[in-house]
């Protein structure tokens, strides 16, 4: 059985809407799909409602019906409202001149759209701000677009209007150009002048441009017109200027020409001066035409007039000026006088005045000559010379006179005690005349001084001047001598015994005389001669303390005798030595012991070397016993013996060192043996036995 649900009706969706601007947009909907129950897709049948005029509901109705009449309704609902104002286009922001048309059709009109309305009205207002000036202001044009709905859009369109032209002078012939004298400046035309956008005023100044002086300048004639946004138009007219008429001077001008002393030249007069445009200045200046000296000559005296512009006036006065009178002496003149040669004053220095300018005063000698070169007289002249030449003159006589004998440069010292070595040199003294260059000396010395008289003495030296008059002068040194010896030591070279005698003369210095010579020390054996030393004779004193191995022996040889003056004692040192004397020192003139016998009798008491005593050799001896002990030693052995002549023994008479067996402290009696090096003789050493006995 299937039961049929005929009363459910369809179910449609719940009920919808939306919101729109305007009523185009509000377009019917798509149906739902809706379905019985049974599962039929129904059709519904749509209704809708009048259009709203601005704003309201648009209301769409889907009534969906099934077969068994059961009814569902489903609506979707728009809102309207209008709320978007229209959009205005305007014309272009303009500016404008204050007279040109200002109305709508110059300047455009504004349109407008809108999304709901496509007819919306446009409107506009004008509202004028004033500027600065008549001719500059301000329109404020204000569109305004409404639609339907009344929304509404305004907006502003700015039209600026300025004054930029200029006013036009009504003259038709306008002041040109001129050129005037400084004092005949015209005064300016009246100009008017008219203005597009309202009045005009004109004004007038003039710009003055210097020149190169006060009168020489241009005037620059400016005439403005001016409106009332102040927009100007000017005309310049130039005048120039100029300055060409001289100054003129006033009162009555001095005397063209004039002649006057040097000292009496007037002062220049005092001119003024008028000029037509302006001050003027007068100067005056003197041009001076030498003549034939410094106070002679020619002024010109020149007043110039000058106004400002340089433009001058000029007047000379021609002034002769002359020097006639000479000049005078300030000081007062010297007299006439006689003077020494060497006392002739100088000459014055005496000044001198002029009346028209300087003076010079020169001065000069005149020599007339005496009986001699410093006697004579001097005719001295000052002379005054003004600048012209003119002159005054003084004349002095000088009588020059020589009377003074030369005199020493420096002081002469009489008289002087010396000692016979210490005799000074004859001094060199140069004689001054005071009036002569040349000096005549004559010099002289006597010398008492005698070598057979053992005494004192005197030099007398003596000066005799003389100048070119005769004037002389003697002068005088005396010199007490005291004979005093003169010691001197001669260190003579060395000499040998055999080279002969010395003659002693050849040490002393030339110029002794009158002495003797004697030994004072050294051997006496040797002698003197006279003058010669003869020490041949010490070959007899050939000996230890003389032999070619010593130094020699020293002499001191005394000479006594003059020389200069003075007692000469001369010491001549001198060595004489052996050296040049050969000795017998080889190896054959050797004698050595052969047996010592140490027993007091004074023969062969020691062991000796004999012959080379005098050599300068230097023994070391070394004694051994039979058994080769070494008994005996020594690096310095005494040379020579008793009998040899030498006074000495030798240094080993058989005593025993402490080691060796003996009795007494000597050794035993037997044959020894010695070994001898003569060190510096170039021997080889010497062996052999020696006997050693007590009997």
Known sequence: ??????????????????????????????????????GNLLAPVITENADPVCEGDKIYTYTYTDCAGNESVYTYTYTVKDTIAPVLTLPANVTAECSDDLSTTNFGTASAVDNCDPNPVVTFTDVT?????????????????????????????????IDTTAPEFDQTTLPTDIVVEC????????????????????????????????????IARTWTATDECGVIKTHVQTITVQDITPPTFNGTLPLPRIVVECDAIPAPETLTASDSCGSATVKVSDSRTNGNCTNNYTLARTWVATDECGLTSTYTQIIVVQDTTPPTFVESLPRDITVECDAIPEAST??????????????????????CPSNYTINRTWIATDECGLTTTHTQVITVQDTTAPVPASSIIKELNVSCTEI???????????????????????????ENVIADYQIIRTWTVRDACNNEEVYTQTLNVSLDEILTEVVAEDRCFFDGAINLDDYL??????????????????????SIFDPTNLE????????????????????????????????????????????PCGEKDISISTAITPNDDGFNESFDIEGIDLCGFVAEVKIFNRWGALVYESNDYTLGSIKSGSGAFGDWDGTSPKSSIGNNGKLPNGTYYYIINLRNSGLSPLTGPVYLGTK
Do not use: H
Request: net charge negative.
């Open 1 to 38: 059985t299937y039961t049929i649900d005929v009363t459910t009706a369809p179910v449609v969706p719940a009920n919808a809407g939306s919101t729109v601007e305007c009523i185009a947009d509000a377009i019917q909907p798509a149906a739902p799909a809706v379905m019985d129950v049974c």
């Open 540 to 583: 007899a004193a050939y000996s230890l303390d003389f032999n070619p191995n010593t130094e020699g022996i020293q002499y001191v040889i005394r000479y006594t005798g003059f020389q200069d003056g003075c007692i000469n004692i001369t010491d001549v040192i001198m060595v004489i030595d052996a050296k040049c004397k050969v000795l």
């Open 183 to 218: 004092d005949n400046i015209p005064e300016p035309e009246v100009l008017t002048a008219t203005d597009n956008c309202g009045t005009a005023t004109v004004s007038v100044n003039d710009l003055r441009t210097d020149g190169n002086c006060p009168g020489n300048y241009t």
């Open 350 to 371: 005496l000044t001198a005045i002029d009346n028209c300018g300087n003076a010079t005063v020169s001065a000069s000698d005149v020599r007339i000559n005496g009986n």
């Open 424 to 450: 000074p040199e004859i001094p060199v003294v140069e004689f001054t005349d005071n009036c002569s260059s040349n000096v005549i000396v004559e010099f002289d010395e006597v010398n008492t001084f005698d």
């Open 129 to 161: 701000t004033n500027g600065i000036c008549s001719g500059n202001f301000t329109i404020t044009r204000t569109w305004t677009a409404t639609d339907a709905c009344g929304n509404v859009a305004s907006a502003d369109q700015i039209i600026s209007t």
């Open 509 to 530: 210095p030339e110029d002794t005389f009158g002495g003797s010579w004697e030994i004072i020390e050294g051997n006496p054996i040797a002698t003197v001669t006279g």
